[in-house]
């Protein structure tokens, strides 16, 4: 574990005002998980104070156990038929003009939960049709229907996270595979060239500059757009240690070298997350 003090550009302002607690109250009011809450994302207070959240279906407990991540693994749960309804009710109650859906990894489920995300997209548009909803996809084992059942439900972007580079992925996800999840991202743009591509990854967990400019050429090989990259925290000591804080202008340096290596929308910061300010790619 990185025992130094978490630098300045960590640290968060904190803000009150009625918008947080109307968020999580309406969050609470239909019984929805999100992955601000789960990842204990250091932006909630921004995010819920702008009323937005990222939803996250399919339960709260994922098959698989990546050591960075602060979602439990456990038994999973059974599917909540009346979720679609729900998240639709919320997004419609906040207000919300983009949404950000994502799940638990489901490998326990035949079809790994696409015609879930299939409905939640479908009822979203049903209820709020201005509303354009991103969705971050677990990897569905690499299974192309699985995939298609999503992208049919037309949602504006389909994000899948590589998370860390290729070299890392034993130490960091080791349930998860890089080419599969590149593979994931080619078959997006390949079957729905409509539909936004969206990749994040994280850093501070022990790599280099050059493996991370040859994820970036991975990825627009595959025809990725969107790219977020965000410093990683360490929910617990149990979890991956921080190797490193990455300093702001590394990030600045990252976005530069993405945005000239094709990408057309590039979020690079030590706050940035998967979902942070998403919206704003679509309004590039
Ligand atoms: S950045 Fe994403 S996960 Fe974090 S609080 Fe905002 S919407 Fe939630
Ligand atoms: S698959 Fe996703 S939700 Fe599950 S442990 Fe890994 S990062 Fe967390």
Redesign the pocket.
């Known amino acids: 574990m990185n025992t130094q003090r978490k630098p300045d550009w960590l640290k968060v302002k904190l803000s009150k005002g009625q918008s947080l607690s109307y968020t999580k109250n309406i969050i609470a009011q239909f019984s929805l998980n ?3 809450d789960e ?1 204990n ?4 207070i ?3 104070g702008k009323k ?3 939803f996250m279906i399919l339960g709260s407990n994922c098959t698989r156990n990546c050591r960075f991540c602060n979602v439990t693994c456990g038994r999973p749960e059974t599917v909540d038929a009346g979720e679609p309804e729900n998240v639709a009710k919320a997004v419609a109650t906040l207000g919300l003009k983009y949404v ?1 859906v994502t799940s638990v990894t489901r490998d326990d489920l035949d079809d790994g939960g696409s015609e879930h995300f299939a409905q939640v997209i479908g009822k979203i548009k049903e209820v709020s049709p201005q509303t354009s909803v991103e969705v971050l996809i677990p990897d569905f084992k690499g299974n192309v229907e699985a995939l298609k059942t999503v992208g049919d439900a037309a949602p504006a972007v389909i994000s899948h996270n590589v998370e860390t580079v290729p070299r890392l992925y034993n130490e960091v996800c080791p349930q998860s595979d890089y080419r599969t999840s590149l593979e994931v991202i080619k078959n997006i743009k390949l079957l729905y060239p409509s539909i936004m591509s969206k990749t994040g990854i994280m850093v501070g967990l022990g790599e280099t500059k050059e493996d991370m400019i040859q994820v970036f050429r991975d990825l627009r090989e595959v025809g990725c757009e969107i790219l977020t990259i965000g410093q990683y925290l360490a929910p617990s000591k149990e979890h991956h240690a921080v190797i490193e804080y990455i300093h702001p202008d590394v990030f600045e340096e990252y976005k530069n070298i993405a945005y000239e290596m094709g990408f057309t929308f590039v979020k690079s910061g030590p706050l940035v ?4 300010h ?1 919206d704003e790619a679509l309004k590039s």
Do not use: D, H, M, Q
Request: charged letters at 15%; one cysteine or more.
């Open positions: 999100t992955v601000c990842a994302c250091p932006n909630k921004e995010c819920f937005t959240a990222t950000v997350r998967s979902s942070y998403a």
